[in-house]
């Protein structure tokens, strides 16, 4: 049996709880590969919107869409993760199937620049608040780079005090049996008011 990377199960994952006209979150641009899935994923009437504090980022992310020609399917934030809510509009509130978060610092760029975990804690809380009755987040995390190991010990703690009438979480480890390697963080909601 060929394994999957985390970032292809992560892909799985998110895709299993979207369909065509879907709200999404990419919580963390990166270079562009994560928007890309979702935005092919939420076909011509959904919307993803994209957060990156470097735009760098942006552009590389711009640049992925424009290669498909899917730049209209998504709005891009030049923003913390963080303040995702306020510059969501408020009609998308409550809509938002995944959101996929992919941690640490944009490859290809400053590697002294890493999401921090009270800022990714804080994303977490908002993107909770945006998701639909249904829905997903995925966290990639590594562990293995400076800064990574709190990020893990944080976000496994943070899905420990989620509220389990709505929300469940996994951590699933990276085939990698070290201690810095990958782990890939699964909250799914499922309300208790369905």
């Known amino acids: 049996m060929k394994r999957i990377s985390l970032l292809e199960l992560a892909h799985n994952i998110?895709?299993?709880?979207?369909?065509?006209?879907?709200?999404?979150?990419?919580a963390t641009l990166g270079n562009g590969h994560d928007t890309l899935f979702l935005a092919q994923s939420v076909g011509v009437k959904g919307l993803v919107f994209?957060?990156?504090?470097?735009?760098?980022?942006?552009?590389?992310?711009?640049?992925?869409?424009?290669?498909?020609?899917?730049?209209?399917?998504?709005?891009?934030?030049?923003?913390?993760?963080?303040?995702?809510?306020?510059?969501?509009?408020?009609?998308?509130?409550?809509?938002?199937r995944v959101a996929m978060f992919n941690?640490?610092?944009?490859?290809?760029?400053d590697k002294t620049v890493i999401t921090q975990i009270d800022s990714t804690l804080a994303a977490l809380h908002e993107a909770c608040a945006l998701l639909a009755p249904v829905a997903a987040i995925t966290v990639l995390a590594y562990p293995g780079h400076p800064g990574g190991e709190l990020d893990a010990e944080q976000l496994a703690a943070w899905c420990q005090r989620?509220?389990?009438?709505?929300?469940?979480?996994?951590?699933?480890?990276?085939h990698h049996d070290k201690p810095g390697a990958p782990r890939l963080f699964v909250i799914r909601k499922q309300s208790d008011l369905l």
């Not at 998110?14 to 990419?26: E, M, N, R, T």
């Not at 989620?162 to 990276?174: G, Q, R, Y």
Request: hydrophobic share 40%; glycine share 8%.
């Open 103 to 109: 941690l640490g610092y944009l490859p290809g760029a």
């Open 162 to 174: 989620l509220d389990k009438a709505n929300f469940t979480s996994e951590e699933i480890l990276s």
């Open 14 to 26: 998110a895709g299993s709880y979207l369909k065509p006209g879907d709200i999404a979150v990419d």
């Open 50 to 96: 994209g957060f990156d504090i470097q735009q760098r980022a942006l552009i590389k992310s711009y640049q992925r869409l424009l290669e498909y020609d899917l730049q209209s399917r998504v709005k891009l934030c030049l923003a913390s993760h963080a303040d995702m809510r306020r510059h969501i509009p408020e009609q998308w509130h409550g809509r938002v």
